[in-house]
């Protein structure tokens, strides 16, 4: 399937979701997530329209951002960033995604030469397999990395279970922004967090009607 296509389909879900709970479709970001494919195809997605793209592992992350140096892309990195790596890459990222531990926010802010916008990753399921702060931790987290004068927290992100579970994974979604919400209400200059980055390919519109604001679609966008 050509991106358009694929593409087309999911803006009417997202139109259709966003009718269902009386939102607007230009609050939400769709993240391309072009992990699984090759840079012909990403350029492909960026023809089709997607500005913003994302990455999981370092190495797909610095070969795509290299190789497309002169496209206008805002570069959103979702996976799991080891401490060690924090200095070949913080500057080319505009969103990271997973912001789960003080020693992280310490190694960007000792690296970064501008500020960096980051959602902090929750545990909202608590699997035992899953990279995030635990729900109760989130809020005295934030406080924690205010001494670092570099990271900006503009919202929160989870990852839903694995599950058929419609329900569960709604009410993972439900808890998420309720949680964004009682950080929002701080006012914590360093932490507006406005944002829910939430929603991946089998489960965005739900993540929409509890209120995402950037969903991460890979194998339903670009393909696997
Ligand atoms: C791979 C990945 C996605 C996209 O997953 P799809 O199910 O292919 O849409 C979204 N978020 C993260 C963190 C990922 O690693």
């Given at each position: 399937?050509?991106?358009?296509?694929?593409?087309?389909?999911?803006?009417?879900?997202?139109?259709?979701?966003?009718?269902?709970?009386?939102?607007?479709?230009?609050?939400?970001?769709?993240?391309?997530?072009t992990?699984?494919?090759?840079?012909?195809?990403?350029?492909?997605?960026?023809?089709?329209?997607?500005?913003?793209?994302?990455?999981?592992?370092l190495?797909g992350?610095?070969?795509?951002?290299?190789?497309?140096?002169?496209?206008?892309?805002?570069?959103?990195?979702?996976?799991?960033?080891?401490?060690?790596?924090?200095?070949?890459?913080?500057?080319?990222?505009?969103?990271?995604?997973?912001?789960?531990?003080?020693?992280?926010?310490?190694?960007?802010n000792?690296?970064?030469?501008?500020?960096?916008?980051?959602?902090?990753?929750?545990n909202?399921?608590?699997?035992?397999?899953?990279?995030?702060?635990?729900?109760?931790?989130?809020?005295?987290?934030?406080?924690?990395?205010?001494?670092?004068?570099?990271?900006?927290?503009?919202?929160?992100?989870?990852?839903?279970?694995?599950?058929?579970?419609?329900?569960?994974?709604?009410?993972?979604?439900?808890?998420?922004?309720?949680?964004?919400?009682?950080?929002?209400?701080?006012?914590?200059?360093?932490?507006?967090?406005?944002?829910?980055?939430?929603?991946?390919?089998?489960?965005?519109?739900?993540?929409?009607?509890?209120?995402?604001t950037?969903?991460?679609?890979?194998?339903?966008?670009?393909?696997?």
């Amino acid at each position: 399937m050509k991106v358009v296509e694929n593409l087309q389909k999911i803006k009417d879900k997202i139109a259709a979701a966003c009718k269902t709970s009386s939102r607007n479709p230009e609050d939400i970001t769709i993240i391309g997530v072009t992990k699984y494919v090759t840079i012909e195809r990403t350029k492909e997605t960026i023809a089709a329209g997607i500005h913003n793209l994302g990455e999981n592992r370092l190495e797909g992350f610095i070969e795509k951002y290299d190789c497309l140096q002169d496209a206008n892309v805002h570069w959103h990195f979702i996976g799991t960033l080891q401490s060690r790596k924090v200095k070949n890459v913080i500057d080319k990222v505009d969103m990271l995604h997973s912001l789960d531990r003080l020693s992280l926010a310490k190694e960007i802010n000792k690296r970064a030469t501008k500020t960096i916008d980051c959602f902090v990753q929750v545990n909202v399921s608590e699997e035992e397999s899953k990279h995030g702060i635990k729900a109760d931790e989130v809020l005295r987290f934030i406080q924690d990395v205010k001494q670092y004068e570099r990271i900006r927290v503009v919202g929160l992100m989870t990852m839903a279970p694995h599950t058929e579970d419609k329900q569960l994974i709604r009410s993972v979604f439900r808890q998420l922004r309720e949680l964004k919400e009682t950080i929002e209400h701080q006012h914590l200059s360093h932490a507006p967090c406005h944002y829910l980055s939430m929603g991946m390919s089998n489960d965005y519109e739900i993540a929409i009607e509890e209120g995402a604001t950037h969903i991460r679609i890979g194998t339903k966008l670009v393909g696997k």
